[in-house]
């Protein structure tokens, strides 16, 4: 069964102090890993998709890398605007729905 | 281009009544997925639609939750007959094709009491 497990469920970080979040997954045949961030009480938001190992995006602070087994989102001297949940989603072969971590819930101290 | 609408954005339902979610996707978009969020959990797929078609529903309950994507309007998820444990975030979200980056739309926060 194809599985998505985020690491650390939750991290605090000093404004400036840049950190990595994990995401593992097990499917036969990726077809699309999708980063999202999700403020309390909002639907997410779509930052980054990811194809193909070795792959790599970037948009302000964050960026992401993808290996054959996980991908990592890292922030770079994060601010307290980038607290918040980001969730990690992977689409297999031959199924079209996005299977979602649990997520990982940043706080960033000013 | 307006993103993904979703309405309302929270309802409150007496036991035994019925929920209707609606959500219309973004521009150009005619893929539809619908998830439940429940407090301090993840995303929970439950079903995928194209245009009049159900193409998943394996995140469906059997009994009671049904959904549809006409040709025409919104797509509806659909629950009858709502107990307290239907209380939760459902999100809608659209992408233009299998593959590629969905959208999420607010969600309806349903409180079943």
């Known amino acids: 069964e194809d599985q998505v497990t985020q690491s650390p469920e939750a991290l605090r970080l000093q404004e400036g102090e840049s950190s990595s979040l994990n995401c593992s997954y097990t499917v036969s045949g990726l077809r699309g890993l999708f980063w999202y961030r999700q403020d309390p009480g909002k639907g997410p938001e779509f930052l980054f998709t990811l194809y193909s190992a070795g792959e790599e995006k970037e948009k302000e602070r964050l960026k992401a890398t993808l290996t054959k087994k996980e991908s990592f989102l890292h922030i770079t001297a994060p601010k307290p605007e980038d607290s918040a949940t980001y969730l990690c989603?992977?689409?297999?072969?031959?199924?079209?729905?996005?299977?979602f971590g649990t997520g990982t819930r940043l706080k960033v101290l000013a | 281009n307006a993103g993904v609408m979703q309405n309302p954005r929270h309802l409150v339902r007496r036991r035994g009544q019925e929920a209707r979610l609606r959500c219309s996707p973004m521009k150009g978009h005619s893929h539809v997925y619908w998830y439940r969020q429940l407090p301090e959990e993840g995303l929970k797929f439950m079903v995928y639609l194209q245009k009049e078609n159900i193409i998943d529903e394996s995140g469906m309950p059997k009994e009671r939750f049904s959904a549809e994507f006409p040709k025409e309007g919104p797509s509806i998820l659909r629950i009858q007959q709502v107990v307290r444990g239907d209380s939760a975030a459902y999100f809608c979200a659209s992408s233009e094709g299998a593959g590629t980056e969905a959208f999420f739309g607010q969600g309806t926060r349903l409180t079943v009491v």
């Open positions: 989603a992977v689409q297999g072969p031959g199924t079209y729905k996005y299977i």
